[in-house]
């Protein structure tokens, strides 16, 4: 590729994407707030950086590690559908549209599963506010016209990288309530049950599945999509192994060498959701995503594994830290 835009360039996806393709040797515009090449409200400026890419990425999409507030669904829905349309919109302005775009999405469009991985084919879709969120952005990537585009949603699990979830479940590990995130009994509201958002008690004894994929793996996925003209549709972007929340807090413990961590409840949990305001959905959920696309496709994980994921993304962070 010569030419490719990243919307949501300033995540830390967005921000490692574009080095990747800046390092390849491509020439990249960048779509988003302060900062960007392009800011959202250009619409004649999104049009002609896109006319003649090769492809656009988009990432634009409010963090949903916050509380759920009306507002701040609004802004989580909003900052997703809106972005995706003007994307579309400009794209059918385009007299040379990108042959591709690849669109983020999420894992969690899929029910909470205990008994069985979710695959693209097979996999269950869930309900409430996360899901209507991810059924309508995809539902925004591939509804309009666009025959000379191929389109791609990236369902993708928990990314672990230097930077995001990490950051935090780090800080826990190391202050010693490292330990499970249990679930149990919680009081629900009549407004938070009608918003969609009311966690309900599911997986015991920490055992909620945790599906994830390494920031090195997004970016090969992303590379591989490049190349494969046959691929298209949703294509669910996770680690081939999911694991569980026991086992991702006692790895975390074991390789940042902290031999005890409290377990923490779900009073504690909601308490504590409310002080740094977000939300239990987050640990409590249970994600168990498998990429049956890309294995069939021939793609070959870097990170297969969490223990040696969590080694080399943790002691990265150390070393650049130390630096």
């Known amino acids: 590729m010569t030419r490719v835009v990243v919307a949501g360039a300033s995540g830390f996806i967005g921000r490692r994407l574009t080095a990747h393709f800046r390092g390849l040797g491509a020439e990249v515009s960048t779509i988003g707030r302060a900062g960007a090449d392009v800011a959202w409200d250009d619409a004649p400026g999104i049009r002609r950086s896109l006319d003649g890419a090769d492809a656009i990425v988009n990432l634009a ?31 059918t302005a385009c007299d040379r549209p990108p042959a591709l775009w690849i669109n983020a999405s999420t894992a969690t469009i899929y029910r909470h599963a205990e008994d069985r991985p979710m695959a693209e084919g097979s996999g269950e879709l869930g309900e409430g506010f996360s899901v209507d969120v991810a059924r309508a952005w995809e539902a925004a990537l591939f509804e309009p016209e666009l025959p000379s585009t191929r389109r791609v949603a990236l369902r993708m699990a928990i ?7 990490l950051i935090p479940l780090a800080r826990l590990v190391r202050s010693g309530l490292g330990g499970p995130q249990l679930d149990g009994r919680w009081p629900s509201s009549t407004t938070r049950r009608r918003a969609g958002i009311q966690h309900e008690t599911a997986a015991r004894g920490g055992r909620q599945r945790f599906s994830w994929v390494h920031l090195d793996d997004v970016v090969g996925v992303i590379d591989f999509l490049v190349e494969r003209p046959d691929l298209d549709g949703v294509v669910n972007v996770s680690a081939p192994v999911a694991t569980d929340n026991r086992t991702l807090m006692r790895t975390l413990r074991d390789v940042l060498r902290v031999p005890f961590g409290m377990p923490a409840y779900r009073w504690m949990l909601e308490i504590g959701a409310i002080l740094i305001r977000t939300e239990t959905e987050l640990v409590l959920k249970s994600r168990w995503v498998v990429p049956e696309r890309l294995e069939a496709a021939g793609y070959r994980f870097r990170h297969p594994e969490l223990e040696p994921a969590l080694r080399v993304t943790l002691h990265a962070g150390d070393s650049a830290a130390a630096r």
């Open 61 to 91: 999409g409010k963090s949903v590690n916050c509380r759920y507030t009306a507002r701040n669904r609004a802004e989580i829905m909003r900052s997703r559908i809106d972005t995706t349309r003007q994307l579309a919109a400009a794209i």
């Open 159 to 165: 990314v672990l990288g230097d930077g995001g979830v």
